[in-house]
């Protein structure tokens, strides 16, 4: 089955710095690549995706790179802001499937 | 303009005593998900239905049931409660359609067993 390594677990960075957590996967048959955001209590929110025909993907400070030979993608975070905190998890699916395969999840936290 | 609803979104329980969490929905997807998310853990998938079809996960523990009466509305049962049980329990929901798999997430139920 698929396997997803998500890293790092942990990530504390400056107040308008940059962030990057990188997702590899195994099943070179996967085409769908979402980002979901969790706040404390609350349920996992999608907040970007990526299939396997682009490359990257941007929607403001948000950013998914897709390598599909190196079977990793990447979540970028510019200009990081407070509210920015929370756990990030990257997951992976193939177009048949219904299930995702999710990573483990990265707390970030954004220092003010 | 809540698409995916969870109530309650607390419950206590008694060890053993059975407990039912509700799900809706009001995006009309086919699909609609159970998952058990523990504390610094990623949501692990229970179960799901495609439409009526049924769809077990190998190790989701026989005391854990659910149903799915209408496209709206999902339920799930667990029957005998223990300490282990406790945890964030999310509902999502997808089209199923191929290349329009995105799943949506509700805010959770936070089951605490006594």
């Known amino acids: 089955g698929e396997n997803v390594e998500q890293h790092p677990s942990t990530l504390s960075v400056q107040e308008g710095d940059s962030a990057v957590i990188k997702c590899t996967y195994s099943?070179?048959?996967?085409?769908?690549f979402p980002w979901y955001k969790q706040e404390l209590g609350k349920g996992p929110q999608l907040i970007i995706d990526?299939?396997?025909?682009?490359g990257e993907k941007k929607d403001q400070r948000i950013a998914v790179t897709l390598n599909k030979t190196a079977k990793h993608f990447s979540l970028h975070i510019t200009e990081t802001q407070p509210e920015d905190s929370a756990v990030y998890f990257c997951?992976?699916?193939?177009?048949?499937?219904?299930?995702?395969?999710f990573g483990s999840g990265t707390q970030l936290t954004v220092l003010p | 303009d809540a698409m995916v609803i969870q109530n309650p979104r607390y419950q206590v329980t008694q060890f053993g005593k059975p407990v039912t969490l509700s799900c809706s929905q009001t995006?009309?997807?086919?699909?609609m998900y159970w998952y058990q998310q523990k504390s610094s853990q990623a949501p692990k998938l229970l179960f799901h239905?495609?439409?009526?079809?049924?769809?077990n996960e190998a190790d989701t523990p026989d005391n854990f049931q659910s149903r799915r009466p209408n496209t709206s509305f999902c339920f799930l049962d667990i029957r005998s409660p223990g300490l282990g049980d406790a945890a964030m329990y999310l509902c999502?929901?997808?089209?199923?359609?191929?290349?329009?798999?995105?799943?949506?997430f509700g805010p959770g139920t936070r089951l605490t067993v006594l």
């Open positions: 990526i299939r396997s025909n682009v």
């Open positions: 995006l009309n997807h086919n699909v």
């Open positions: 099943d070179s048959a996967s085409n769908y």
């Open positions: 239905y495609y439409d009526k079809d049924f769809n």
């Open positions: 999502a929901t997808s089209r199923g359609v191929q290349r329009d798999n995105e799943q949506f």
């Open positions: 997951a992976v699916t193939t177009g048949s499937a219904r299930q995702l395969t």
